[in-house]
Nanobody, 124 residues
């Protein structure tokens, strides 16, 4: 299976970006979707996760109130709307799947390989 991230770019502080996570080779139905990021020189961290039905979501404290995770199972795609971007949001963003929000955003687990990621740059 394959997860392909897109939508990254360079944006000034306070700007917005919308990331997409397109699945191929399998359907996202039944899987929670998670977004992770890796900043330069830092470990990869969970940013946000959403349950298979979209009824439950989790956000890292650093992005609460600024990022919104969503999904469209009819398009087999997940999204991360990022508003009020800050320089500390800079990094390579990846999406992943697992069965539950807890498995990814709390335990840091995922199913399958990482994708290529999409880069977000917010200059200081």
């Amino acid at each position: 299976w394959l997860l392909a991230e897109s939508g990254g770019g360079s944006v000034q502080p306070g700007g917005s970006l919308r990331l997409s996570c397109a699945a191929s080779g399998f359907t996202l139905d039944g899987y929670a979707i998670g977004w992770f990021r890796q900043a330069p020189g830092r470990d990869r961290e969970a940013v946000s996760c959403i349950s298979p039905t979209g009824g439950e979501s989790h956000y890292a404290d650093s992005v609460k109130g600024r990022f919104t995770i969503s999904r469209d199972n009819t398009r087999n795609t997940g999204y991360l709307q990022m508003n009020s971007l800050k320089p500390e949001d800079t990094g390579l963003y990846y999406c992943a799947v697992h069965r539950t929000v807890e498995a990814m955003c709390i335990s840091g687990r995922r199913l399958g390989p990482w994708g290529q990621g999409t880069r977000v740059t917010v200059p200081s």
